[in-house]
């Protein structure tokens, strides 16, 4: 028994795969296909053979450390390190050793990239000090990701160690947090001006987000070059306001990494999802983000005893579903400019 592609959806999957780059319209289409349907299978076929070819197999690891736990009154509603989540109650940055530990075992475990996170309020001199400080120490890559900056605050990013920077516009940024999507552009613009790379995923991607909103941040990832940029589905912590809309499941999340990985073309050095699960390693994702200290998804201080997964849970994931962690990373390889064809 044969059975064919609709010649709309056909064509926009022929343009995914030859790395062209497709439209909003055509990215829309794809991401109202049913769920089960063969040409869902298809498209993350699609975004799966790109990625394989594009990143020569090559499954990334890139560690989060989350430097700080704090109240944070910026109060985005989607996260457990907010005021009003209640969670955590008082500030407690997690000490240099505990740092410099978590660094050595990473780069004894294969990481190909520390990103550190802090939350909105935390102070940005003081990223500084460990950016250096890890730098003195290991040789992994550096990736801020904190609040918004300047272009000084990006030369001394620059300066103290850091090569690349994770800053997302939000899904719902304005609405669920204070932040203007504008000043976010802003600071991905500073990021490239100053020589900086620029980490991106669409996140926290939940059930009530409209297709449109999330095609604009694929677009968006494009259009700034960023150097990878997959999907994050928002974890509902424990009393989470955003609990009455529910979650997406692994299986949608992969649909839409699929979607991004058409949307990116020929420019991502690679295509993260989290959290970590086998789903979108068929759908043209490749980049995992193993995690310890704080994290916006738990309640817990140190992540790595609650939701996040280590590199060992990741490692396997990615080896089971054809992917190897051991080659270098082409995320920072000189040469070829994310973005840019
Ligand atoms: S996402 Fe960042 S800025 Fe927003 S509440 Fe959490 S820590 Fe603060």
New binding site residues.
Partial sequence: MGWQLSPHIADILKKGAAFEGIRRDEALALLALPLHGRETYALMQTADQMSRERFANKGENHFHIGVNVAP?P???SF?S??VKAGIFTQSMEFSEEQLLSWARQAGASGADALNLMT???FPFERLLEIGRLLGRSVATPLVANT?DIDHKEGEALLAAGFVGAYHAVRLGEGRD?PFKPERRIQTIRVFKEVGLQWMNCVEPVGPEHRHEEIVDLMLLARTHGATYSGIMRRINFPGSPMSSHGMISELEMARMVAVSRLVMGDGPRAHCTHEPHSASLIAGANLFFPEVGAS?RDGQPDTGKGRGQDFMRCHALQREMGWNPDLPSNCFAPGRQAGVK
Avoid: D, E, S, W
């Fill in positions: 944070c910026l109060n985005c996260c390190l907010t939350t909105g309020n609040r947090t916006p």
